[in-house]
């Protein structure tokens, strides 16, 4: 496991099919999965990235993965400028 250089949280990698690693919250949430109309992004454990809506109900959810950390970070902006070089 590892931190987020800009806000410290503990972060996750999780490596997409095509071998691109995501930075991800490391606490797993579960969500709904919402093909077209999820506002939200999910990343599976496998690497997948759906649109999906977050929910604390697991008899609700379609699964377990874990939130992009840009999406929480509060450093966002500033962790993007850097990514981006
Ligand atoms: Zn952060």
Redesign the pocket.
């Known amino acids: 496991m590892s931190a ?1 250089k ?2 410290m ?1 503990a972060i996750v990698w999780i490596k997409t099919p095509a071998g691109k690693s995501i930075p991800c919250d490391a606490t797993p949430r579960y969500y709904i999965e919402k093909p077209r109309v999820g506002s939200k992004k999910i990343v599976t454990p496998n690497g997948q990235v759906l649109s999906c809506e977050y929910t604390e109900d697991p008899a609700k959810a379609t699964g377990v993965g874990y939130v992009p ?1 840009w999406a929480t ?1 509060p ?1 966002a902006r500033q ?1 993007r400028r850097k990514q981006n070089g």
């Open positions: 987020c800009a806000c949280a950390h970070c450093y962790f």
